[in-house]
Structures are given as C-alpha cells and as structure tokens.
C-alpha cells in the first residue's frame, strides 16, 4: 500500500521525538453489537498503520461494557474482518476483563471525592445537566459522605437495587459549558447475562470511564477516535488525571467516514437485518465488509480506498464508485477473462452441422501473457447478449450485429445474422445466422472487416448461471423523501437478478473465485453458489460510471 503521512503520524513523529512516549500503542476498540461497516475500516486501517509506521502495535479491544446488546457471534465476526483486512493485532483483550479493576478505581474516585451515588431518574439527571439556559442544577444527593456512598455502590453491585434506581457519578463541575463534564454518569444498574461474565455483575461501567481506564491498563498511548468524541476529551483527561494509572494515554479525534446514500450506523444495519428487508449481515447490498466481502471486493481494494480518502478532522463523504476503481486496479491483471452471457439471445448458425463442435484457443487474460490460454466451445449454438443485438443497424456507431450485419464471434468467426425468429408478441427469440469458415481468429483473414466484436457462449456446453446486479438499497436523498424513515427510502430495485450462462471452463468455480466477465465486469461467484446452481455477484463494472 501507498505509504502517505498524515495529521496523526505528525502527532505521533512529535510524541516519539519530544520523549512524550518511548513507543506507539494503539487500540481498534468496537462493540461486539453488530458486524463492521466499511467505516470502522478506516478506523482499522488508521489504528493499525500509524502504529506500524512507527514499528508500534494494536490491540484488539472488545468495548463490551453493555451486556444487553453484545454477542460472541459479533465478536468472531469482527476478528474475522480484520484477519480478512489483513491485521493482526498484537492482543486481543475485552473491556469486560477489566471489570474488577475498572471497579476499584471507581472505589478510588469515591474516596478522593470524586464520585457519588445518586438516586434521580435518568430524566430528572438529563433536565438537570441540560437546562437549556446555562448552567446545570446539582442534585440533592451531590454531597452525600464518602462513607455513604461506598456503601450504596457496595449495595449497587450486589444487586439490591432495580435498573435505573440508582447511578454513580463522577463530581466534576455543573456549570461546565461542556455538558459531558457536567457530572457523568460513570456506572449503571444492568441486570442482563453478560456474554463473557455471565451473572457476575449487575453494575457496569460508562464507556467514558472505562475507556480511558482500559487505554491506561494497556499502556495505549495513542487512543484514536472518529470526531463525535472531540468533546469528551476533557472528560478522559479528568478520569486519566485521578486514576492514578501508571500510563498516561492521549485521545486523538479523526473525521468518520462517510459514503453517499449509505447509512453507516450499526443500529440502523442490525435493524435493517432484523426486519427481514436485507438477506442478512452479509447481504452484498450492506456496506458491512462481510456484505462487500460477500460481493467480491478484495481486502486490497478496501484498503487503498479508504487510503484515499485522506484523513483529516473533518468528516468525510465519498462515492462507493471510487471503491470500484479499486477493485478494477487490483483485479485488472490477476483474474481471468472468461465469456459469460447474463441475458442470452439464441443463435443457430444455420451452416455449422448439427451435432459437430470445435474447439478454439482463447488467451485468458489479454493484458496478462502469463495467464495462458484455454479452449473454448463454437457449434451451431450459441448465445449471444440480447444487447448486443439490434434488428435494423440505426447507424455508423452500431458496432455490434443486426440483421444483414456481419460481426466476429471474439476468438471464432465471422457470423452473420441472415432473419429473426420472433414469438407470437413480436419478441425476437432467436438469430438464423451464418459463419465463414474462411474468418477463424488466427487464420490472417483480412479481406472484410467485421461491424465489432462481440462475445459469445458456446450452448450445448454452456453452464446455466445467475447473475446479481446490485443498485445502492437507499434512494438517492431528495427534498421530498429527505424526512422519510430510511425504510421507506429502501431502493426497491436494488438487486435485480439474471439467469444466463457461462462458459464450461467455469464449472468448479468455488465461493470467492473472482473473475472479469468479458465486456460485462468483474464477477464473484456467491456462496450460495454450487456446481448444480452458479450463482455469480457483480462486483464492479468495467468502467468507471463517473470521471475524475
Ligand atoms: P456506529 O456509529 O456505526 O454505531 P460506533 O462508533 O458506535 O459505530 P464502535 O464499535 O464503537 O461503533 O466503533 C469502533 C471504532 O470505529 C470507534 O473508535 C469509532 O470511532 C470508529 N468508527 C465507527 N464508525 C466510523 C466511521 N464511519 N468512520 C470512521 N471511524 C468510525
Ligand atoms: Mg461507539
């Protein structure tokens, strides 16, 4: 990948050069709540190349400090994605094995002063740090003795209270501007099966105290973040000041990526996925890297998009198309060229013998000598793309055939269409063609020269295949629909489905195998594809649908 500098390994260079820290040490921290979106990636590739760069490591860290929402499925599948990615990180650690640990600093905070338990509800504590006009209101339990509240978080922890009943707070400043100063909530009450520590606990901890804590623990020294946490930096500094921890770890905010009419929250995908709406996580229409995985967009592709995007404070949108031109770069000279006709047109070659095949060399990627070459199937049938049909040639641009035209069938003949079968409805069903022998690709024929090339499936050979064509899931946003719930914005032709063929060389395709389609675009065969039933993704066409 593209080595490129950015403001964070700026930061990090000063850090290393003033003495600051000694090493760098980073943390991918995701909640194991759903499956990673194409935006954590930049998250991943931000954590992990900085500190490479500096010949520093990543952790893993699981933020599982919310027992209601976190599963082990997650977990696995996010370690996959970032195998997958191609990262591996030093260790793998769990905000929830801090727990004990994270629970006697909060002993600590209470006993410096600097924590208290409080009785108000959630909403009388919202009203009351958030006036409106000013500052905030303190509450009446603010001042209760450290005694006291060392035995009421004892009480909370052994579960003698109901979720919501009671809270511990941090004592900072209520008349803070800042309105995540004005005295956090640090733990609440869950009374929920935790994923790793079943029932040990009913009181868990903020991510605001937590994190900063697990960042410490670790000896993290760069904790990097999208842009919406710029303003709880005074409150990590504050925990990271009383903790008294041996590290002393340092936030720094980068803009999240966004991309143009895609939702890139994790609540909206695992509703998405809950309402039956999408086939599941991996659906390729989901911005999920299983979806773009699934797909057939390849972790070099990923990579060098979000490369691209740059990285600044300031968050950013860009196109899927760009992800495309990725995919089309890596692609471009590995995979082979193999024919493969989504929406077939039958062509009988009226003077080819009925029951004779032959067989004709077919270099497989043109661009690539080394790929080498294979044989491929010319009979009286064949299919053609309907497209690439049109009975009245409408003029000089028509590079493709039309009846009286004659084209080449790409590494056969000549074939010309002679007459049109047509069903009851005036559908053209099939081309009456004829071919000259005298044209064979390689022969040096050059009297003639062919209305274009097209290509072509051999049809007594050919494997019946389906084809995925995706279209965005949302619709583009306009002044109407913009305050429309997103599924009343789903695109309802998002995923349109074709049943065509493949070539015969394509029969132990396996799930992932990526190809370019000849003149269609570069294909992944679907999991769900097997050697009865082939199932093929559009990955990415040809060329590029919008220009630098
Ligand atoms: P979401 O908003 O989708 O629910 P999240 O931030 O709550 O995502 P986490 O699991 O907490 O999800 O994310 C792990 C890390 O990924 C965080 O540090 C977060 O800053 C970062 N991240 C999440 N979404 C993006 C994005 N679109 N662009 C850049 N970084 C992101
Ligand atoms: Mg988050």
């Known amino acids: ?29 995701p909640e194991p709540n759903a499956y990673l979106h194409i935006g954590h990636a930049r998250a991943i590739i931000t954590d992990f190349e900085t500190a490479k760069a500096f010949n520093g490591y990543t952790n893993l ?63 009388q504590m919202s009203q009351m740090r958030d006036t409106k006009n000013g500052a905030g209101i303190e509450s009446p339990y603010r001042n209760r003795s450290v005694e006291e ?23 900072i400043d209520m008349t803070s501007p800042n309105i995540n100063m004005r005295d956090p909530v640090i733990y609440r009450i869950i009374h929920s099966e935790h994923h790793r520590q079943g029932n040990k606990w009913c009181i868990y901890p903020m991510y605001d105290f937590a994190h900063p804590l697990q960042d410490a623990f670790e000896g993290v020294t760069h904790s990097l973040c999208s842009i919406e946490y710029d303003n709880h930096r005074p409150l990590y500094d504050w925990v990271i000041e009383h903790a008294e921890v041996e590290h002393t770890p340092h936030q720094y905010e980068f803009g999240r990526l966004n991309i143009s009419h895609t939702v890139l929250s994790k609540r909206y ?31 070099d592709s990923i990579r060098n ?90 003029n000089k641009k028509w590079k493709r055939l039309a009846k009286g035209v004659e084209v080449r069938f790409m590494h056969a003949y000549f074939v010309k269409c002679e007459d049109v079968v047509k069903d009851e409805n005036g559908n053209i069903i099939e081309l009456l063609c004829t071919y ?52 009343e914005r789903l695109n309802p032709h998002s995923l349109n489905v074709y049943n065509g063929f493949v070539e015969a060389s394509l029969a132990q395709t396996k799930p992932g195998d990526k190809y370019q389609f000849v003149r269609n675009g570069y294909y992944t065969t679907d999991k769900n594809s097997t050697s009865e039933h082939l199932v093929f993704n559009l990955t990415a066409s040809l060329k590029s649908s919008f220009t630098l």
């Open 149 to 171: 509240n060392l035995r009421l978080f004892q009480e909370m922890r052994d579960g003698k209270y109901q979720e919501g009943e009671k809270t511990l707070r941090a004592k």
């Open 269 to 299: 995908l695992r509703a998405l996925v809950d309402s039956g709406k999408v086939e599941g996580y991996d659906d390729c229409r989901m911005p999920t890297l299983v979806g773009l995985r699934r797909k057939g967009y390849t972790p």
């Open 305 to 394: 998009f979000i490369v691209s995007t740059g990285l600044s404070r300031i968050n950013s949108t860009v196109d899927f198309d760009l992800l495309d031109n990725f995919l089309r770069d890596d692609l471009k000279l590995k995979v082979s060229r193999p024919n493969a006709i989504i929406n077939p047109l039958k062509v009988t070659i009226t003077n080819y013998p009925e029951g004779e095949i032959e067989y004709l060399d077919c270099p497989n990627n043109q661009e690539n000598e080394e790929m080498g070459s294979r044989q491929i199937a010319f009979s009286r049938h064949c299919y053609i793309e309907r497209d690439d049909f049109i009975e009245e040639k409408p």
């Open 1 to 29: 990948m593209k080595e490129t500098s950015n403001f964070i390994k700026t930061i990090m260079e000063n850090d290393l050069e003033s003495g600051r820290v000694k090493e760098i040490i980073t943390r991918f921290p």
């Open 436 to 487: 000259d022998k005298a044209t064979k690709s390689g022969s040096g024929f050059n009297e003639r020269k062919p209305n274009g090339n097209i290509h072509f499936v051999e049809a007594t050979t050919a494997l019946p295949a389906t084809f995925n064509h995706f279209e965005s899931l949302l619709v583009e946003e306009t002044e109407e629909n913009k305050n429309l719930d997103l599924f």
């Open 61 to 123: 860290r699981f933020d599982d400090t919310n027992p209601t929402k976190e599963k082990q499925e997650f977990v696995d599948a996010i370690i996959e994605d970032l195998k997958w990615l191609g990262y591996e990180p030093a260790n793998v650690f769990y905000g929830s094995d801090y727990f004990e640990k994270t629970y006697e600093k909060a002993l600590l905070f209470i006993k410096k002063g600097l924590a208290y338990v409080d009785d108000l509800s959630q909403e």
